[in-house]
């Protein structure tokens, strides 16, 4: 008999069927992964195991978890289930922690009040946990409040928590997704070894993390189970056009056209930078040159300073030392001084695209308002085939004109960004971690819109990423920011599928060194240890 | 849906005021008339005493009506200062920042501290003891949560990236602030608009009750509730009417609130 049961799962809103007939086996100790894109339903799937959907969802279908039924199972039976025998670990630990009380307690919690151990003993429990999920100097750790943590020490947390009853099921959506390259490889690591005998849901998007971790894997599609099997079979053979069409979606470090290098003019550049906010030093002496064409890649965890560098670029913080060129003018001060035409020439692209629009206005309006500024004399008839031509040309219907911000998905949302970077021309495109939150599959359009662009209209785009794979298959270049400062990553000659690291600062090296292994996508075949 | 509450709120207030305005025209008797043989005469059609008569034997509908007008103007005036100073005063302090921000923010505080009866007096010793008066206390004093509030959203709004996103395109202040920030600004304050009316009514009915406001035999809603207290065990109509069109008239103002700031949110619009 399986573990979890799960057949014929169907949710229903209102009209809206968001999963429908479902089935998902799980046996002892194994791991399952559920891919899909958002809005897939893989989410909806695990909250309906754990009985944690909104009232008005209409569940159908049979969810048996060791023989008990959980669907439609009283409120009492479902806890004590919650409580002890499925685990979860949820996308964003800084949400599912209490910021008003210290972790130690919160975990102990879990403990006394279900009554799996005494008051007495549940504080040496709780520091065993955070010791066992490498939470370092547990017995003074377990003191710290979440917001004292790092978001990788709060994941490690959330997993303490969620395996402090031992479970039998333990169930993470998309536990990684907030996390960096670096730290997500040793949080999956630790979810791997810490498990024993627990099984394994893994929701994600990302197919890199379920070819890695998964025995088995379910692809959804709007809802439904389009493939399902062994991870090693269904990546050797998908059934699927949609799992095709997801793996191929899927960026690699070792595949894929590299973008041969371009020799123009220098557009922008910047030597000596330093930026500091108080006395933290965010940017460390950094000269970077960007070419007519070109397109160079900052890459760098969280912190590394990448944000703090583009920001100086564009005048949003103060240079403490440095200069910034572009087309043969110094630009100093903040963003308000410099003249509209270096402002129309440099533009950024935001990681959040719903952030980055005005929730109280159409998108119509969004993408003709720097005309507006720097075109007011135009007409309005005229403003608006401009308007409509560049939806157009970020892939956008113009029945979309009339939407707000709210109304998009994320992918739409980016393009409408995208639309009002570009519709004034510029020839310095900035991407602050621009396809980040996006889908696979989305965040492929938006590379290849993005690349277009640059071959008809020779645009220079500074692309800061923390995703080596995503950052391969679209620069030029690559530099690695680690701690304020650059390790350059350049090409070998004669062997272009390669990155090399070529650098002088070690720590630096091995930053980029260990951004390359994780960056790297694993085949089903060589990554899968136990299969 | 949205709609039918506006629409339903709307009709009922204009409603009450056209009543207010055509009512004391059409009836025969005036406010401040008094007929001693008719003292406390509950609801009737003869002599056209529709709400009845008052201790002193005046006729409550014209009364009443007089009292509506006061107490739906003292909303008027008091929203729209709020929204007129108020909104413009903390959008630009809250935007612009730094010492200018400063220096308008202490300006409010001052205002603040400034004891209000003590202003009102202050008012009426300087000028001559006026109706006019009532508004200008509750207007100086009305804006000041509006323009705190504004400039705390204005703030949040600031560093949100869309605004900067405008920064970096070349928008100016003031089209940051007429078509970024106050458009966001929407909800919160009809929201705060609509606590600020009642709030008004209120105080103008204190001030009367204090002799500070609206002097006999003029009246309004507040001074005739307050009236109506000392009778309402022998003569009922003569809180509950008044008090009955008070509360519509809150509760109307209360749901247009609703009405309209889900109209003006994009995110709740159809």
């Not at chain 2, 000041?144 to 504004?150: G, H, K, N, P, S």
Request: charged share 20%.
């Amino acid at each position: 008999m399986s573990l979890l049961d799960v057949t014929g799962l169907t949710i229903r809103y209102g009209d809206d069927t968001v999963v429908d007939g479902v089935d998902i086996f799980i046996e002892r100790g194994e791991s399952v992964g559920i891919v899909g894109e958002s809005g897939s339903g893989k989410s909806q799937s695990a909250l309906a195991i754990l009985g944690l959907l909104e009232r008005r969802a209409d569940v159908s279908g049979s969810i048996e978890f060791d023989g008990q039924q959980l669907l439609g199972a009283a409120e009492a039976t479902l806890n004590q289930v919650r409580a002890q025998r499925i685990g979860v670990v949820f996308q964003d630990p800084a949400q599912a922690l209490n910021p008003y009380l210290r972790i130690g307690v919160q975990l102990a919690q879990v403990l006394v009040s279900h009554g799996l151990a005494g008051r007495a003993e549940a504080p040496r429990r709780v520091i065993d946990m955070l010791d066992r999920v490498g939470l370092p100097d547990a017995a003074r750790q377990c003191r710290a409040y979440p917001h004292q943590l790092s978001g990788g020490m709060r994941q490690r947390v959330m997993i303490a928590s969620a395996l402090i009853a031992e479970p039998d099921l333990l169930i993470a959506d998309e536990p990684t997704t907030a996390l960096d390259v670096t730290v997500q490889a040793q949080i999956l690591e630790l979810l791997e070894d810490i498990r024993d005998n627990t099984a394994l849901l893994l929701i994600t998007h990302d197919l890199g993390i379920v070819a890695g971790y998964c025995e088995h894997m379910i692809v959804l599609e709007q809802g439904r189970v389009v493939d399902a099997g062994p991870t090693t079979s269904l990546f050797a053979s998908p059934r699927h056009d949609h799992t095709r069409a997801l793996i191929a979606a899927a960026p690699r470090v070792d595949r894929g056209e590299i973008p041969t290098a371009v020799a123009g003019k220098t557009r922008l550049s910047v030597s000596d930078a330093v930026v500091d906010y108080g006395e933290l030093r965010a940017v460390d002496d950094i000269g970077l040159t960007v070419r007519e064409g070109e397109t160079v890649a900052v890459v760098g965890e969280s912190g590394s300073g990448k944000s703090s560098l583009v920001r100086a670029v564009l005048g949003l913080v103060p240079l403490t030392r440095g200069r910034v060129v572009y087309a043969g003018d110094t630009l100093s001060g903040p963003v308000e001084r410099r003249s509209l035409a270096v402002r129309r020439d440099l533009q950024l692209v935001y990681q959040d695209p719903i952030g980055a629009l005005d929730p109280q206005m159409r998108v119509r309006d969004i993408v003709a308002e720097p005309l507006l500024i720097h075109a007011p004399r135009l007409g309005s008839a005229e403003r608006r085939r401009r308007t409509v031509a560049m939806l157009d040309l970020v892939g956008l219907r113009e029945a979309l004109l009339q939407r707000f911000p709210h109304e998009l998905s994320g992918g739409q949302a980016q393009r409408v960004a995208i639309g009002r970077a570009l519709i004034l021309g510029p020839s310095v495109l900035i991407c602050d971690e621009a396809v980040a939150a996006l889908d696979g599959t989305v965040r492929e359009q938006v590379l290849a819109l993005l690349r277009n662009v640059q071959r008809e209209t020779g645009l220079s785009i500074v692309f800061i990423s923390h995703d080596l794979a995503v950052v391969r298959s679209i620069s030029h270049r690559v530099l690695v920011m680690y701690m304020g400062r650059f390790a350059e990553l350049a090409r070998k000659a004669g062997k272009p599928r390669r990155l090399m690291i070529d650098t002088t600062h070690l720590k630096a090296h091995r930053t980029a060194a260990s951004l390359l292994k994780k960056g790297l996508f694993p085949d089903a075949s060589g990554a899968r240890r136990a299969a | 849906m949205r709609n039918r509450t506006i629409r339903f709120s709307l009709g009922v207030l204009l409603g009450v005021a056209a009543l207010a305005l055509v009512g004391p025209w059409v009836s025969p008797n005036d406010y401040s008339g008094t007929n001693f043989d008719r003292l406390l005469s509950s609801p009737s059609f003869s002599g056209w005493h529709l709400f009845g008569t008052d201790d002193l034997g005046r006729d409550l509908f014209v009364r009443t009506m007089l009292g509506i007008r006061v107490t739906l103007v003292v909303a008027i005036v008091a929203s729209l200062v709020s929204l007129v100073i108020g909104v413009a005063y903390g959008a630009i302090a809250g935007y612009v920042g730094g010492r200018v921000d400063a220096v308008m923010m202490r300006m409010v505080d001052t205002l603040y501290a400034l004891p209000f009866i003590f202003f009102v007096i202050l008012l009426m010793v300087a000028f001559e003891r006026n109706f006019l008066l009532i508004f200008v206390a509750i207007g100086a004093v009305n804006w000041l949560d509006m323009a705190r509030i504004v400039r705390g959203q204005t703030l949040s709004l600031r560093e949100r990236e869309f605004v900067e996103a405008a920064r970096l395109t070349g928008a100016g202040t003031l089209r940051i602030i007429m078509r970024h920030i106050a458009p966001n600004l929407v909800g919160i304050v009809v929201v705060y608009i609509t606590l600020t009316i009642p709030q008004a009514i209120l105080v103008e009915s204190f001030l009367s009750f204090l002799g500070l406001g609206v002097q006999e035999p003029q009246t309004s809603l507040g001074a005739l509730v307050d009236a109506g207290v000392n009778q309402m065990e022998h003569a009922s109509w003569t809180l509950l009417i008044p008090a009955t069109l008070l509360a519509v008239i809150l509760l109307s103002f209360n749901f247009l609130g609703d009405g309209l700031r889900d109209y003006f949110d994009a995110r709740h619009a159809p």
